[in-house]
């Protein structure tokens, strides 16, 4: 399970959160490439593209895997993307090359200036992968996209959602909204807590609390939205990013899968983007402190 959004006001922030929650415990470690960087296919199928941008990954290194995978990025141009598990049936009659879903991140960051050219380059492209996923791009100026693919068809969704969780599709997550549109922010008999009783905290009342896909795109969409008039800066926003990721957060025991004696699903790692400074923020279950990796291009 992940969950990925972006906090952005034009030309002043563009921060992203990530979350990857999995039940096998992998470890994670960062990647750079340089413009120029030749990229080959993991499919080892003659497919090879030049970098036209720098590029910096988040990979999980996984014990069955012969490389470390990249699951989200930055780039010189201030392009973020984040690979998501959902439902997919990926294109295989498109006019472009075939790779695997592998290595999608580093297409994209290595090739993309800008959001349309991003979601050409998820839309044309042939995918071979055991792996589902749909992906959200975002650039510094707060734009965005999302590419899902049914029926082995691509679907893009330009600007409609600064946020993405798993199953079911954008389309639905979207339309389930409405069933919320009554929650706000304060309620008129709410106890306030200078008033010596006892403090209900009834803003917010109905907010859906578990951590299904639909419940989490639907919490933290609302906090995104009811938090944004108290952002004045920059580290306001990475701030308000750590703390909604921690809202999306799965600890260890909350979840076990199918089996009260399964493996436990967590969140192995946060990840937090500035996009306009080139920071990168990130660090995995038990730690306390972030790693910050202020990226200089070259």
Same mark, same amino acid.
């Not at 006001?9 to 992998?26: C, E, I, M, P, W």
């Not at 993405?164 to 549109?181: D, G, V």
């Not at 938090?227 to 957060?249: E, F, P």
């Given at each position: 399970?992940?969950?990925?959004?972006?906090?952005?006001?034009?030309?002043?922030?563009?921060?992203?959160?990530?979350?990857?929650?999995?039940?096998?415990?992998?470890?994670?470690?960062?990647?750079?490439?340089?413009?120029?960087?030749?990229?080959?296919?993991?499919?080892?199928?003659?497919?090879?593209?030049?970098?036209?941008? %720098?590029? =910096?990954?988040?990979?999980?290194?996984?014990?069955?895997?012969?490389?470390?995978?990249?699951?989200?990025?930055?780039?010189?141009?201030?392009?973020?993307?984040?690979?998501?598990?959902? @439902?997919?049936?990926?294109?295989?009659?498109?006019?472009?090359? $075939?790779?695997?879903?592998?290595?999608?991140?580093?297409?994209?960051?290595? &090739?993309? %200036?800008?959001?349309?050219?991003?979601?050409?380059?998820?839309?044309?492209?042939?995918?071979?992968?055991?792996?589902?996923?749909?992906?959200?791009?975002?650039?510094?100026?707060?734009?965005?996209?999302?590419?899902?693919?049914?029926?082995? $068809?691509?679907?893009?969704?330009?600007?409609?959602?600064?946020?993405?969780?798993?199953?079911?599709?954008?389309?639905?997550?979207?339309?389930?909204? @409405?069933?919320?549109?009554?929650?706000?922010?304060?309620?008129?008999?709410?106890?306030?807590?200078?008033?010596?009783?006892?403090?209900?905290?009834?803003?917010?009342?109905?907010?859906?609390?578990?951590?299904?896909?639909?419940?989490? =795109?639907?919490?933290?969409? $609302?906090?995104?939205?009811?938090?944004?008039?108290?952002?004045? %800066?920059?580290?306001?926003?990475?701030?308000?990013?750590?703390?909604?990721?921690?809202?999306?957060?799965?600890?260890?025991?909350?979840?076990?899968?199918?089996?009260? $004696?399964?493996?436990?699903?967590?969140?192995?790692?946060?990840?937090?983007?500035?996009?306009?400074?080139?920071?990168?923020?990130?660090?995995?279950?038990?730690?306390?402190?972030?790693?910050?990796? &202020?990226?200089?291009?070259?």
């Amino acid at each position: 399970m992940c969950t990925s959004f972006l906090i952005s006001k034009t030309n002043k922030f563009a921060v992203t959160g990530r979350s990857l929650d999995y039940d096998q415990d992998d470890h994670y470690e960062t990647k750079q490439y340089d413009t120029g960087h030749v990229f080959t296919s993991v499919l080892n199928n003659g497919v090879r593209w030049t970098a036209k941008y %720098g590029v =910096f990954t988040i990979d999980s290194v996984v014990s069955n895997s012969p490389y470390p995978i990249p699951f989200e990025g930055i780039n010189s141009a201030g392009i973020s993307i984040s690979g998501n598990l959902a @439902n997919a049936s990926y294109p295989t009659k498109n006019p472009g090359p $075939t790779i695997s879903s592998d290595d999608i991140v580093n297409w994209v960051l290595s &090739q993309a %200036g800008n959001i349309g050219e991003a979601a050409t380059l998820l839309t044309t492209i042939n995918i071979q992968s055991q792996w589902q996923y749909h992906y959200i791009v975002f650039d510094n100026q707060g734009g965005s996209v999302v590419v899902e693919y049914e029926n082995q $068809t691509p679907i893009s969704y330009f600007n409609e959602s600064n946020v993405l969780t798993n199953n079911p599709n954008l389309k639905y997550q979207m339309e389930n909204q @409405n069933n919320y549109a009554n929650i706000k922010n304060w309620f008129p008999d709410s106890i306030l807590p200078d008033s010596g009783d006892q403090f209900h905290g009834q803003g917010m009342f109905g907010l859906p609390g578990d951590w299904m896909s639909t419940s989490r =795109f639907t919490r933290i969409s $609302t906090m995104i939205k009811y938090s944004a008039d108290y952002i004045t %800066g920059n580290s306001d926003a990475v701030y308000l990013a750590k703390r909604v990721i921690d809202s999306a957060s799965l600890i260890k025991g909350i979840d076990l899968g199918q089996s009260s $004696t399964g493996n436990p699903i967590y969140t192995q790692v946060q990840i937090v983007k500035d996009l306009i400074n080139s920071v990168v923020y990130w660090r995995v279950y038990d730690s306390e402190k972030w790693t910050v990796n &202020q990226i200089t291009w070259s």
